[in-house]
C-alpha cells in the first residue's frame, strides 16, 4: 500500500521560514501534491511536483525526491494567516489522492 | 461564484436514522470525489466518480450509497447511521487527467448521537 509520514507540529515565529517535510512508501505514483486547511476549512491545494526538484509559486516551494521518497514544502515569509494544517498528497493511476498525516504549524508573533 | 458547495454544513442526527449530504460543482470537472476527514484530521478517500460512473470505492461499509445523477452532482446518502460515521465529509472534484489538483467544498459536518 501507500503510506505518508508528516511531523505533526511544527512552530515558527512570523516572517520566518519553515519546512515541513514528507516522507512516503508506495510501489508508484505520478506526482506529489500539497494542500492547506485552516481550521473549520476545506483543503486547498497549493503545489504540485511531479518531477524531482523545486517548485516555486510565491511564497510557497515545494521539493520532491523520488530517489529518496521524500518531499518537503517551504514556506517563507511566514505570516499569522499561514497558521494552518499542511498535507501532502501521492496521486497516481488509480485516480485518487493518499493524503498524508498532515502537519499543524503554528505562525507565532 | 462558488465553485464545489455542499450541503447541508452541519448534521446532527441520532444513531440509526438515514442521511444525505449533497454536492455541486460548477468547475465542469469531470470526476466528482467523497472524503471522510476523522476527528484527527486524517483524509480518507471514499468513492470517486468519472462522468456519473463509479471508479473507486475504498472499501466503505455498503451504508454509504453515492449517487451522481450528473456529473455536476455527487450526493452521498448514509444508511442506519452509526457513531463511527461521526466526522466530517467532504466533496471533491477535478479534472480527470489532473486528480492531483483538486477542488473541496466546504465539507459537512455529521454529528451522530
Known amino acids: 500500500g501507500q503510506s505518508l509520514e508528516q511531523p505533526s507540529e511544527v512552530t515558527a515565529v512570523e516572517g520566518a521560514i519553515v519546512q515541513i517535510n514528507c516522507t512516503y512508501q508506495t510501489s508508484g505514483f505520478y506526482g506529489l501534491s500539497w494542500y492547506q486547511q485552516h481550521d473549520g476549512g476545506a483543503p486547498t491545494f497549493l503545489s504540485y511536483n511531479a518531477l524531482d526538484g523545486l517548485e516555486e509559486t510565491g511564497r510557497f516551494s515545494s521539493f520532491l525526491s523520488r530517489s529518496d521518497s521524500y518531499g518537503y514544502l517551504l514556506l517563507q515569509e511566514l505570516q499569522m494567516k499561514d497558521s494552518a494544517s499542511y498535507f501532502c498528497a501521492l496521486g497516481g493511476a488509480t485516480n485518487k489522492l493518499i493524503f498524508g498525516t498532515g502537519t499543524l504549524l503554528a505562525v507565532q508573533p | 461564484d462558488t465553485a464545489v458547495s455542499q450541503t447541508p454544513k452541519y448534521l446532527v442526527t441520532q444513531m440509526g436514522n438515514d442521511k444525505s449530504i449533497k454536492c455541486e460543482q460548477n468547475l465542469g470537472h469531470d470526476t466528482m470525489y467523497w472524503y471522510k476527514q476523522d476527528s484527527k484530521k486524517f483524509l480518507k478517500i471514499m468513492f470517486s466518480?468519472?462522468?456519473?460512473?463509479?471508479?473507486i470505492n475504498e472499501t466503505v461499509p455498503n451504508r454509504f450509497s453515492p449517487k451522481s445523477p450528473d456529473k455536476a452532482h455527487l450526493n452521498l446518502h448514509i444508511n442506519s447511521l452509526e457513531l463511527g460515521d461521526s466526522a466530517v465529509y467532504f466533496c471533491?472534484?477535478?479534472?480527470?487527467?489532473?486528480?492531483?489538483?483538486?477542488?473541496f467544498g466546504p465539507g459537512t459536518r455529521l454529528t451522530v448521537l
Open positions: 466518480y468519472n462522468n456519473k460512473e463509479l471508479i
Open positions: 471533491a472534484s477535478s479534472q480527470v487527467k489532473e486528480t492531483d489538483t483538486q477542488y
